[in-house]
């Protein structure tokens, strides 16, 4: 039995109907090339069967069906072998490193009571891709805000990169920290959620440290 991108597109977006949670559009499952467009999306006559030694790029977005709720929106990875291939591994390790240097200056800047802005944050994230060699396989900005009627909200968007967005992380700020790298047979992405409270900033689940060997 085949093992498609729509097929297990699907089957996650019945574990979101099982658990009460709903969504704008059902989630993202990317192969190996297709994971190096951040923009696809599988259909029901779009979509490639998954094979063995292939990255996987899993994006899924949701919220509780209650009045009120912000949505959730996390980019996971996984790699359908035993070994990850170096340079899948040290792309999604930069990444990793990108991701954790945002949220470490988002986190600083709250505790101390510091102003910091949109295009701060997609910089701080930007420069460490660069300063590994990924600069020209940016293709998006570093996070967008959450918000409760789409997963993507109408706040300050972590973004240096489409625009330069100069607007404050205030108290009560959601948002997801979300840099990638993309190349012709892959790409790899780590996206967290964080919200900012009144003297500090909580990533608001599990950090990815490492591609997970599903073989």
């Known amino acids: 039995m085949r093992t498609t991108e729509y097929g297990i597109q699907q089957l996650m977006a019945g574990w979101f109907r099982d658990e009460g949670l709903v969504s704008d559009s059902d989630p993202n499952v990317s192969a190996a090339e297709n994971a190096g467009n951040p923009h696809y999306l599988p259909t029901s006559s779009a979509s490639r069967t998954i094979g063995p030694e292939e990255l996987v790029l899993l994006d899924l977005w949701g919220k509780l069906d209650d009045p009120g709720a912000v949505f959730a929106d996390i980019t996971w990875m996984g790699y359908t072998g035993r070994s990850v291939p170096d340079r899948y591994s040290r792309a999604f390790d930069a990444v990793a490193a990108a991701r954790d ?11 101390g009571g510091q102003v910091l802005r949109g295009w701060q944050v997609d910089r701080a994230a930007s420069s460490v891709l660069r300063s590994a060699g990924y600069g020209d396989h940016i293709l998006h900005r570093t996070g967008h805000s959450l918000g409760d009627a789409a997963v993507h909200g109408n706040g300050v968007n972590m973004d240096d990169y489409e625009t330069h967005d100069d607007r404050r992380l205030l108290p009560g700020t959601g948002f997801t920290i979300e840099p990638g790298v993309y190349f012709d047979d892959f790409g790899v992405r780590s996206e967290i959620n964080m919200i900012v409270g009144p003297g500090d900033a909580t990533v608001t689940g599990p950090l990815q440290t490492g591609i997970l060997a599903l073989g």
């Not at 240097?101 to 505790?111: C, I, K, M, W």
Request: glycine letters at 0%; hydrophobic letters at 80%; aromatic letters at 0%.
């Open 101 to 111: 240097a945002a949220v470490a200056l988002v986190q600083r800047a709250a505790a």
